[in-house]
RNA sequence: GCGCCUGUAGCUCAAUGGAUAGAGCAUUUGGCUUCGGACCAAAGGGUUGGGGGUUCAAGUCCCUCCAGGCGCACCA
């Protein structure tokens, strides 16, 4: 409709003397009586043409050829908008659409098929997922199940390394617990070494089954080997238990062993972009619009994270994705720089790489505010949440604001605050449509009812389809632009449109035909809630 | 000191530069002998942190000040 609209309104404005630079736009307008969609095109071109805007709008609609099939009215409002309504005629029609694409109404061609990486949570293995990351998976994760709707070729993928002084850190905590479990005295447990409970269990495990005969084994022996492996299951753990998958788990370790790090030292040496000074090899990003430059190797000869994390963003290049997003927590906002910088330096378009970075989630425990450390073990974890309240809620909490927020999380609340989650609005309007179908099919058993769906002529189920047929509009703008919170928002609304729709009418009558036409209205309204629970992540009850 | 993010109803948050700034929770008032009341209908509640500017049009863009969060390592 929008590109038959354009093509029209296009027409006219040539008709007008107006120049091809003024593309028309349309949008819904957020209020009913504005119209099904409306343009601002006679405002913008007023400028160019030296005509006053209502002006215009009208010179455009006195040159406007519309289908009346399609097209009920045309009107100039405000400063100069020009409002388009629909006929009724063309709702009807589009609620057999939805009910014919059933479970792919919705998906759109955005991405034509592009090849996509998302790259999300990216946790080392030293400890639980916290809160914060599991506000990173769920966005990372949603955003990917959009741009699959919208056409894209996802690869979801995990970054981590289970190598360095954090992890020798992590083994020796491990020790050290496990020579106090055994009863031999050891030094204090030093103040900035993992505190977490969860060292102590992975101790005791190996106490279970290696009684004391670990007492001389080194920290990056078994201890290290044991932690990275327990960690990492509870990791993958808890986000399946989110609904969440990846595709690839990379591991930085790789990019050493293949020299791919060492390539890109040597590429940034070729290109005078690199050079020795103090023992350490620095990065000359200055040289690249930055504000200073940056060490790559450490005078100890140990890289900083930099330079893998450049390797590895070469190797996504290199992978041929045409769009790389980085999902990344407010904490490392400062490390992308840089990194954008290199990829360009070394020949790639950085245009090319999206980084969505999310603020934090401060957690309120009983009035106060508790920082997230890992080390310091004084974080929630994503778990305890999840035991709390559902995975659904976890979810839909997460999705139901912008990244750019940072979002307050009372834990105390949360459960309470659970029963009147809106999460449960949305499901609630599938459950009741469930329960109305099964109620209608003892009605209608063994009879064959045509629908006709120039029956639905309320204003409730009037308004309901226009919601209904604007989903994949949705999901289209939604996906180009990131942003899962909108489908959040617009799902809360059309469950609305349904319980005001309900209460106004009654679905099953005696009137059959009515009946039908109503029950096709359920079942699109279903069909539209249940690929939005799909795109977000949560469940589809058909009770609750 | 520098960079990024934020400041909108009592609280938590929405609002591709568009028309009358919207939801949920909380408060108040109505609505179930019929398809699920985890619902619906309605009311109150706002100088969009302050001040300038750009624009036909600013919560949105620019400048500045104030307040909060996160960064600013030869840690990741």
Request: hydrophobic share 40%; net charge negative; aromatic share 10%.
């Amino acid at each position: 409709m929008k590109q038959y609209l354009r093509d029209k309104v296009l027409a006219s404005l040539t008709l007008a003397g107006c120049p091809d630079s003024v593309v028309p736009t349309f949008e819904k307008p957020k209020i009913a009586e504005h119209g099904d969609l409306t343009t601002n095109v006679a405002m913008v071109a007023s400028k160019v043409l030296g005509v006053p805007p209502r002006k215009l709008a009208q010179t455009i609609v006195d040159h406007l050829d519309l289908d009346p099939k399609r097209i009920a009215g045309v009107d100039i409002a405000g400063p100069g908008f020009i409002n388009f309504r629909f006929t009724r005629d063309y709702y009807q029609n589009a609620l057999a659409e939805i009910l014919a694409s059933g479970p792919s109404f919705g998906r759109v061609d955005v991405g034509r098929r592009r090849k996509t990486q998302v790259e999300f949570v990216s946790a080392n293995p030293t400890g639980p997922l916290t809160v914060g990351h599991g506000r990173g998976a769920v966005f990372g994760d949603t955003v990917s199940r959009l741009l699959e709707w919208a056409n894209f070729d996802v690869t979801r993928e995990y970054y981590f390394n289970n190598a360095g002084r954090q992890m020798r850190v992590l083994g020796d905590s491990v020790r050290l617990r496990y020579l106090e479990e055994i009863g031999v005295p050891a030094q204090a447990f030093p103040e900035d070494y993992y505190q977490g409970e969860y060292i102590r269990e992975i101790a005791q495990h190996l106490k279970a089954e290696c009684g004391d005969t670990l007492k001389e084994e080194p920290a990056e022996g078994r201890f290290k080997a044991r932690a990275e492996e327990e960690i990492f299951e509870n990791i993958k753990g808890s986000l399946k238990r989110l609904g969440v998958a990846f595709d690839v788990f990379y591991n930085e370790h790789t990019l050493y062993e293949s020299g791919k790090v060492q390539a890109v030292i040597d590429e940034l040496k070729a290109k005078g972009l690199a050079y020795e000074q103090e023992g350490a090899l620095w990065f000359k990003t200055s040289a690249l619009g930055l504000e200073k430059d940056k060490v790559i190797v450490k005078s100890t000869g140990e890289p900083t994270y930099r330079l893998p994390d450049i390797a590895y963003h070469r190797e996504k290049f290199r992978r041929g994705f045409d769009l790389i997003i980085d999902v990344l927590g407010a904490d490392h906002i400062a490390t992308y720089p840089d990194v954008l910088a290199a990829v360009k330096a070394l020949g790639f378009d950085d245009a090319k790489v999206k980084v969505l970075i999310h603020q934090f989630v401060t957690i309120v425990q009983g009035g106060e505010v508790v920082k997230m450390s890992t080390r310091k073990a004084n974080y929630i974890t994503l778990d305890q949440l999840m035991d709390e309240v559902s995975a659904d809620v976890v979810r839909y909490f997460f999705l139901m604001r912008g990244i750019n927020s940072h979002l307050n999380f009372d834990l105390k609340l949360a459960k309470e605050q659970s029963e009147e989650n809106p999460v449960y609005y949305l499901q609630y309007a599938y459950a009741r449509i469930a329960s109305i179908v099964r109620h209608a099919g003892t009605q209608t058993e063994g009879r064959n009812i045509s629908r006709n769906f120039s029956l639905l002529r309320e204003p409730e189920e009037l308004e309901l389809i226009k919601m209904l047929i604007t989903f994949p509009d949705v999901v289209a703008s939604c996906a180009s632009a990131y942003e899962p919170h909108r489908l959040a928002e617009y799902l809360h609304d059309a469950a609305g449109r349904f319980h005001a729709f309900y209460h106004a009418h009654r679905v099953v009558t005696d009137d059959l035909e009515l009946m039908a036409a109503r029950m096709g209205l359920c079942e699109a309204t279903k069909c539209v809630l249940g690929n939005g629970f799909t795109i977000l992540g949560i469940s589809a009850p058909e009770k609750m």
